[in-house]
């Protein structure tokens, strides 16, 4: 598992992980947001009348209204991005990680803005209802003709690609990472098997999908709500219990911008291009701006022109990123969790092995190995058989943890101290090891969240908000993303394979649920950029186009709704 784990970090690093890919997500944001003069802060009040269906006329096709399509669309992007991938971003990236995901998520609400409005207008009828997406806007507009009047039907085959991308995604964002942080967190709170809690949320979200997007949105519309007040009374629980720590943090997301954020605690620091990469990666993984989801949701809501449904869509990065992500930052930073060390079972692909002797208290040593982690240098890896006895490594070795020096480390068969050898190659413990690893390291993704909700007025109970949140926020978002996934099965096959795709799709969250977490996380950062990349090239293609739609809604506007005040 961790030789495939590096495979897909290589992957991962040559595109989502990569500095250009980071450069043309921000960049289209930027543009856009100049471009078009600022629209996520001059139509942000505007959006709010219209969703509340200030605007919508009786004979409006579509088959959601524009609330409906909003839930929807948060429900895809709330979820474990809002509680795992923000603990998940600390992790890697300091405190300053969280800056970066603030910045996404403003320039993203202009991305969303765009690709809603001008999936929105290119959406069609299909034999169940609407459907729309970037791929029909690619369909449509992509295609070049040359001087000779042929056309090159390059907007076929983008659309097409961003179709096939969408379906992986909706395992790689929608589905595996999803059921796999509530298997865990539901696991660390209550003692449940990981494959029990798959099975049962399995069976009913296969209820749900079945239903189509009807039943989709009737779902979501309830739950969206509810989930955001329980999980946001408990996060201001902790938050307020360490109201001491509020200024610190907010100084520490913005103080390490431009440097990174140093060593504290067992957190080894990280430099500005950790905390900047992690940051905007784990930013779209949240809100999801520029990947092209989100207008498939939009499409089917009920609204005569795509710029209206578009404002709506401007709403969404900002609950999502710069409310409820902000909030699970200063969960982590005002507790102190993040930079904590708890006894945990150690996952194989979190371990590193050095093959000398390193010392935490060392300065030098430590220095040496943050080094290491960040990428500036390398140290020897250790190769070889480990020697255990009574559950302690004998070997002059030093295990790194989760980016951290593991203390206390035990190892385990069954429920006995294990006395023998572990296989260890560059680093790495052979994936075939049958031994359990226990020891203190810092945590990360959903449980780093989930112990940090201890540290306030609920106490241990804290920790019952993260996974009854962490249940709703997940398994919402796994029923958008399974109509995200049927909407490109329809696009690519026809709806007679919709029933297909869902059958493999809720196959699929079952057997997440027991998976490896860190290569699910580097799987879903690869389905992401394979869907943005495309969608982004095409709204940027598209961009006269849609600063004339744009114009085009408000001189109509203007002229239907006289007594009406505007941004414009």
């Known amino acids: 598992m961790r030789e495939l784990n590096e495979i897909l970090n290589q992957i991962d690093g040559a595109i989502g992980g990569s500095s250009w890919f980071v450069y043309l997500l921000l960049g289209t944001g930027l543009f856009f947001t100049i471009y078009l003069k600022f629209p996520q ?76 409005t001008l999936s929105h207008k290119y959406r069609e009828k299909v034999g169940d209802g609407i459907s729309g997406g970037p791929m029909y806007y690619m369909k449509k507009r992509l295609n ?21 991308a969408t379906i992986m995604s909706s395992f790689g964002t929608g589905n595996l990472p999803q059921i796999n942080n509530i298997a865990n967190s539901v696991f660390t709170t209550f003692g449940v098997e990981q494959w029990i809690t798959g099975a049962v949320l399995a069976v009913l979200l296969a209820a749900v999908i079945l239903g189509g997007i009807k039943r989709i949105v009737k779902v979501t519309e309830k739950i969206v709500p509810f989930m955001a007040v329980v999980y946001l009374l408990g996060a201001l629980s902790v938050i307020f219990y360490n109201a001491e720590n509020i200024f610190p943090s907010i100084l520490a997301i913005f103080g390490d911008v431009f440097t990174g954020s140093a060593a504290m605690g067992g957190f080894l620091g990280a430099n500005l291009a950790f905390a900047f990469n992690r940051g905007v990666n784990r930013g779209l993984f949240s809100n999801e701006a520029g990947q092209g989801s989100a207008p498939i949701a939009h499409s089917a809501a009920r609204a005569h022109e795509p710029v209206s449904e578009g404002m709506v869509a401007i709403l969404e990065p900002f609950i999502d990123t710069i409310i409820i992500c ?13 930079a904590k060390k708890y006894e945990n079972e150690i996952q194989y692909s979190d371990i590193v092995v050095l093959a000398d002797v390193y010392d935490e208290a060392d300065e030098d040593d430590k220095r040496t190995v943050r080094n290491h982690m960040i990428q500036k240098e390398s140290v020897p890896l250790f190769s070889g058989n480990l020697n255990v006895e009574e559950g302690i490594v004998q070997n002059g070795v030093t295990i790194i943890a989760a980016e951290s020096f593991a203390e206390n480390v035990k190892i385990r068969r069954g429920d006995k101290l294990y006395s023998g050898t572990i296989n260890v190659l560059n680093g790495s413990i052979a994936g075939d090891s049958d031994v359990t690893i226990i020891g203190k390291s810092l945590l990360h993704s959903a449980p780093l969240t989930t112990v940090a909700f201890n540290e306030g007025y609920f106490g241990d109970y804290g920790k019952y908000i993260v996974s009854i949140g962490l249940i709703l926020f997940a398994f919402s978002t796994a029923i958008s993303w399974s109509y995200y996934g049927g909407r490109a099965t329809t696009y690519l096959f026809g709806t007679k394979y919709i029933i297909v795709y869902k059958i493999i799709y809720v196959a699929g969250f079952f057997v997440a649920s027991f998976a490896d977490t860190t290569i699910i996380w580097t799987l879903a950062n690869i389905t992401i950029a394979l869907m943005t990349i495309p969608n982004l090239i095409g709204i940027l293609i598209m961009h006269r186009e849609m600063k004339q739609t744009v114009g085009d809604y408000w001189k109509d506007f203007k002229l239907e709704w006289p007594n009406e005040k505007t941004p414009e």
Do not use: C
């Open 41 to 116: 802060i001059r139509y942000f009040r505007f959006a709010l009348r219209v969703v509340k269906g200030k605007f919508d006329k009786a004979d409006d096709e579509g088959d959601a209204s524009h609330f409906q399509a909003l839930a929807t669309a948060l429900s895809g992007t709330v979820g474990t991005g809002n509680i795992g991938g923000v603990a998940l971003a600390v992790h890697l990236g300091g405190p300053a990680a969280l800056f970066w995901m603030l910045v996404t998520a403003m320039l993203g609400m202009t991305t969303k803005f765009v690709e809603v």
């Open 326 to 338: 902000t909030i699970t930052g200063l969960v982590l930073l005002s507790s102190g969790a993040w």
């Open 144 to 164: 070049i003709t040359t001087k000779s009047g042929k056309v090159i039907k390059t907007g076929y085959f983008m659309g097409g690609l961003f179709a096939i």
